[in-house]
């Protein structure tokens, strides 16, 4: 009785993280990329992150990894981090983080739609319904005047759109191909070699020269280590928690949780805008990712 009630907790707690802590990333990466230029931020935040995994991976033992599955997981790392997170992390520059969580909500409807058109996988009559609500709440979220008032504002909608891709393409590619046996390893490997494609775009775009110690803030470097150890380490080993414990598609309704979290903390701690329009496009775009996961 005392086993069940304990692990009862725990599966609480862990929803807690999944919902909370990754609902606050969004407003914790903008804070950290006010002194730490963005892909650096995320770069490092992953390579720390997929080092201290991989060296908590040691505790155990496990099958040997093969270089197929070592190139599987750095080519998801690539997908999942290095563009999916790293654009969303550059976007945030522009874009209210608020926003971007709801317009990162959007994914699941791109998803039906890529396994549509390349697996030839009919969506049912549930998620054609939720399909149409979320075309309508993006269209409506999108089309309010911040968004095209500045050509950063475009160029972080492109950003996301792109990382939205990225991570669609990758969630139907990752269930298909080989990766380390142990989902602890992999994600350590997903993590460094996303982490290091995302050191490679810094240097490339000039951030190096951008960054000075002098200027990190301790808001900053509180923000990365909570990005680290938080974000990464703790919601990751959470959410597998749960994937062991409770049906995928009670694990997914983080998808339309995080979006809430995400716009209230911006509006309670960044003083960031919630339009009517803006509370409407949400409504109507979350009941669409509702509806395509109740499928």
Same mark, same amino acid.
């Given at each position: 009785?005392?086993?069940?009630?304990?692990?009862?907790?725990? !599966? @609480?707690?862990?929803?807690?993280?999944?919902? @909370?802590?990754?609902?606050?990333?969004?407003?914790?990466?903008?804070?950290?990329?006010?002194?730490?230029?963005?892909?650096?931020?995320?770069?490092?935040?992953?390579?720390?992150?997929?080092?201290?995994?991989?060296? %908590?991976?040691? +505790?155990?033992?496990?099958?040997? !990894?093969?270089?197929?599955?070592?190139?599987?997981?750095?080519?998801?790392?690539?997908?999942?981090?290095?563009?999916?997170?790293?654009?969303?992390?550059? $976007?945030?520059?522009?874009?209210?983080?608020? =926003?971007?969580?709801?317009?990162?909500?959007?994914?699941? /409807?791109?998803?039906?739609?890529?396994?549509?058109?390349?697996?030839? &996988?009919?969506? #049912?009559?549930?998620? @054609?319904?939720?399909?149409?609500?979320? !075309? %309508?709440?993006? #269209? /409506?979220?999108?089309?309010?005047?911040?968004?095209?008032?500045?050509?950063?504002?475009?160029?972080?909608? !492109?950003?996301?759109?792109? &990382?939205?891709?990225?991570?669609?393409?990758?969630?139907?590619?990752?269930?298909?191909?080989?990766?380390?046996?142990?989902?602890?390893?992999?994600?350590? @490997?997903?993590?460094?070699?996303?982490?290091?494609? *995302?050191?490679?775009?810094?240097? *490339?775009?000039?951030?190096?020269?951008?960054?000075?110690?002098? =200027? *990190?803030?301790?808001?900053?470097?509180? &923000?990365?280590?909570?990005?680290? /150890?938080?974000?990464? %380490?703790?919601?990751?080993? $959470?959410?597998?928690?749960?994937?062991?414990?409770?049906?995928?598609?009670?694990?997914?309704?983080? +998808?339309?949780?995080?979006?809430?979290? $995400?716009?209230?903390?911006?509006?309670?701690?960044?003083?960031?805008?919630? &339009?009517?329009?803006?509370?409407?496009?949400?409504?109507?775009?979350?009941?669409?990712?509702?509806?395509?996961?109740?499928?």
């Amino acid at each position: 009785m005392k086993t069940q009630l304990s692990e009862r907790w725990l !599966i @609480i707690g862990a929803f807690a993280v999944i919902y @909370i802590i990754w609902g606050s990333t969004y407003l914790v990466n903008f804070m950290a990329i006010q002194a730490i230029p963005p892909f650096l931020m995320s770069g490092t935040r992953f390579l720390a992150a997929g080092g201290l995994l991989l060296l %908590l991976s040691t +505790t155990k033992k496990h099958p040997p !990894i093969t270089l197929r599955q070592y190139r599987n997981a750095v080519l998801m790392g690539f997908l999942f981090l290095s563009v999916g997170a790293g654009c969303v992390v550059w $976007a945030e520059q522009f874009i209210d983080t608020g =926003k971007v969580a709801l317009l990162i909500a959007f994914d699941p /409807l791109l998803v039906l739609f890529m396994m549509w058109a390349i697996q030839g &996988s009919r969506p #049912g009559p549930w998620s @054609i319904l939720g399909t149409i609500l979320g !075309i %309508l709440g993006m #269209g /409506l979220l999108v089309g309010q005047p911040q968004f095209t008032a500045s050509k950063e504002a475009v160029w972080g909608l !492109i950003a996301i759109g792109v &990382s939205m891709v990225a991570w669609a393409i990758a969630s139907i590619y990752v269930t298909k191909i080989e990766l380390p046996h142990s989902k602890r390893q992999g994600t350590a @490997i997903q993590m460094l070699g996303g982490g290091f494609f *995302l050191f490679v775009f810094s240097a *490339l775009s000039g951030e190096f020269k951008q960054f000075s110690f002098q =200027k *990190l803030t301790w808001p900053a470097s509180f &923000s990365w280590l909570y990005l680290v /150890l938080f974000g990464s %380490l703790l919601a990751f080993s $959470a959410f597998n928690y749960l994937l062991t414990k409770v049906s995928p598609a009670k694990v997914a309704t983080s +998808t339309f949780v995080n979006p809430i979290v $995400a716009l209230f903390l911006g509006w309670a701690f960044n003083e960031e805008l919630l &339009s009517i329009q803006s509370l409407f496009a949400a409504g109507i775009l979350l009941s669409g990712v509702v509806f395509i996961n109740s499928q």
